[in-house]
């Protein structure tokens, strides 16, 4: 598995970000996306596989967390003592990111440039392992795919890598 380090927003001029607390124990793989929603006590909490609002993206910490790990980020076992860097989609408009993916095996002989435009899920447990989207599916529409960066080819153990861009009509709004 590839380790990559170019995985985030797409930097421009006037982008908002903030650092938020963060929920107890939520794991960051560095090779993964860093989609994440606001909980209820306002603490940032890695998008799993049904979430179906998202708060932003997250810039994951590339530095010490508080287990000694080389896959991921961990944050602390108390909530709120960690801090994460945050793009709130609310505050940036039409924010690009670039994110692990895979084509749904039902896409394999398709023209990827169709699958531009669709909307699709995440895919992520908070267990260390990587968060990535997988156009083809929907359930619960958080993302929209945009361009396809790298393709890795079926039967690959590495994943693709693509633009995603998010669903404006499933962005947490407030907590």
């Known amino acids: 598995m590839t380790t990559r380090n170019d995985y985030g927003v797409m930097q421009r001029p006037g982008l908002f970000a903030a650092m938020y607390p963060v929920a107890a124990l939520q794991y960051f793989n560095f090779s993964g996306g860093g989609l ?3 909980d209820s006590s306002g603490h940032i909490t890695l998008g799993l596989t049904a979430t179906d609002k998202l708060w932003g993206y997250a810039e994951i910490p590339k530095g010490a967390s508080y287990e000694s790990n080389q896959t991921y980020w961990l944050s602390s076992s108390t909530a709120g003592l960690s801090k994460i860097l ?21 896409s394999t002989g398709l023209c990827v440039a169709a699958r531009v435009g669709e909307l699709c899920d995440i895919v992520a447990v908070n267990d260390g392992t990587r968060q990535y989207a997988v156009p083809g599916t929907s359930s619960t529409d958080v993302l929209q ?5 790298e393709y890795v080819g079926p039967g ?11 669903n404006d009509a499933e962005t947490q709004k407030d907590t």
């Open 36 to 38: 994440v929603y606001m």
């Open 86 to 106: 945050v793009y709130p989609f609310c505050a940036n408009p039409g924010l690009l990111f670039k994110m692990p993916t895979i084509l749904a095996s039902t």
């Open 145 to 149: 795919f945009v361009a396809l960066c």
């Open 156 to 166: 690959d153990s590495d994943t693709d890598a693509a633009f995603f861009t998010f």
